[in-house]
């Protein structure tokens, strides 16, 4: 049934609905004129977006790199106070949206003292960094539980301290960790549209937005989409040619895993301890305090609840279209690439990640073209709005579909046909059961991350519907912080679940704390994998 060509033919309609954004962008795009392009293009207003964006993005990348590796260091490799708690306490700020952050903050100031705004260029760095270190923080934990303690031990052995083993044996092991975590923080910041907005930050994402909700000027709006993915190619070509680069380690044999070196800190345990639970603290606790605050006064104005509830069943409805939405769509297409090992297959799947690199802005703005000059039936309906969804989150569920059918094994569809079943019976008797975690997992997923999503919801709802992303965005537009908080808030309890689970599973196997059982050799390219999958984290907070 994995290789039937029904299947492959839903699998290649689930690839076109991820890349019909994409592609309606550049047939657009290729409908004006170069000479139009380059003179909305070369201008002093453009140049200025792609300097604020770009000088945004490499700042927070680098604070990122350095937050992140500093904490996952202290976690897996040092004795600081409550190691195991700053393990869960340094990724909490991945459940909190950037939007959510910049409103928490902006806020938070409006408390403390009046007349004084939290905005600009230096505010959305703090914010951007401190929501999004996590992507570089949970790969490399994972990366250093998983590096094999000898050959640390191999360089202890010959007489290096701690510190230059580190330096020489494991930092170099971690590499591909950082960079694919500072892959994950740059395209998150380059990509963001709520936190610059909510702090005034005029970027390509924000740019775009006001060039279509407030303008309309489509030639615009166009043409900045444009630069945006030729940026967001930009760095996918630096990282992927430093991964190039970069050397390659692999466990040599078979064995019980032993415990990895920790590093005594002496004298400086206080130091480190205070400073790295520092920046979680400061990360989530001023947001929470805002907050709280805010959400005390905003339930209790006149329909405050009534409000609140419309919202969520607002977010609900969507997310569960979505949802159910993208997991039909996943569910072939995982199927056909986790049974074909052909080229087209892997092709197929890189794809469908191509549409999901890019800004939500940019996928709302090519479906809200499409409807306007294409299904002009489907405008300012539901359907646009899940056709966007599925388009953004279709990688969400195909991972763990991919996954959870890759180990099925092929001789038990044997059996079944062997015995007389016909490929649908079997199909549904037998592959659909056994694949059926990864299908709920990738569609708890799904349902959980577009609940948080904005900049698509933003152009695409139907009139008068209201999400709680929506309606926090509408209140914070006008400085009713007491009105937003509480869905901030209901926002943030709805995206600790995924994230608790997220953080638990790459923390659970720590190798400084317990042993394995059992290990399987693993192979050159497999001594690069980080024991998380990226999208997992690409989405946890997407917007």
Known sequence: MRRHPVLATLAYVAVIVALIPLGYLLVRTAEYPLADLFDELLTPRVGKLISTSLMLTGIVTVACLALGVFLAVLVMRSRVWGRKALGVAAALPLAIPSYVAAFGWKSLTDLVTTGQTFQGFWAAVLVMTLVTYPYVYLPVCAALR?????????????????????????????????????????????????????????????????????????????????????????????????????????????????????????????????????????????????????????????????????????????????????????????????????????????????????????????????????????????????????????????????????????????????????????????????????????????????VKELPATLMLRPTGFETLATRLWTHTGVNAYAAAAPFAALLVILAIVPTWLLVTRVLREDGGERRRRTEKIAAPDDSASLGLNPSDLTEAKKQ
């Open 146 to 450: 998983d590096i094999d303690p000898s050959t640390e031990e191999a360089g202890r052995s010959l007489g290096d301290s701690r510190w230059r083993v580190f330096r020489r044996i494991t930092l170099p092991q971690a590499a591909p960790a950082i960079a694919s975590g500072g892959l994950l923080a740059a395209l998150y910041t380059l990509s963001d549209f709520g936190a610059v907005s909510i702090l005034r930050v005029d970027t390509f994402t924000r740019a775009i937005f006001t060039s279509f909700n407030v303008g309309f000027d489509r030639l615009g709006a166009i043409s900045l989409s444009t630069t945006l993915l030729l940026l967001t190619a930009l760095i996918f070509i630096v990282e992927g040619r430093f991964r190039k680069t970069s050397t390659r380690y692999a466990r040599l044999g078979p064995g019980a895993r032993r415990r990895h070196g920790i590093m005594r800190l002496k004298k400086w345990t206080p130091f480190f301890s205070i400073l790295g639970w520092l920046i979680p603290l400061v990360a989530v606790g001023g947001i929470l305090i805002a907050l709280v605050a805010w959400s005390l006064q905003g339930v209790s104005r006149p329909g405050g609840m009534e409000e609140l509830g419309s919202a969520f069943l607002g977010s609900a409805l969507a997310a569960a279209l979505a949802s159910l939405a993208t997991t039909v769509l996943a569910v072939p297409l995982g199927l056909y690439i986790a049974g074909s090992r052909s080229k087209v297959a892997r092709a197929l799947e890189r794809l469908v990640y191509l549409a999901h690199s890019l800004p939500g802005v940019v996928i709302g703005l090519s479906v809200v073209y499409l409807g306007i000059t294409v299904i002009t039936g489907l405008y300012q309906t539901m359907w646009l709005l899940v056709l966007a969804y599925a388009a953004l989150f279709l990688p969400l569920a195909l991972g763990p579909i991919v996954s959870s059918a890759g180990m099925i094994s092929e001789s038990v569809n044997e059996s079944a046909h062997s015995l007389g079943s016909a490929p649908l019976q079997v199909f549904r008797r037998v592959t659909l059961p056994l694949a059926l975690p990864g299908i709920a997992s990738g569609a708890l997923t799904v349902l959980l991350t577009a």
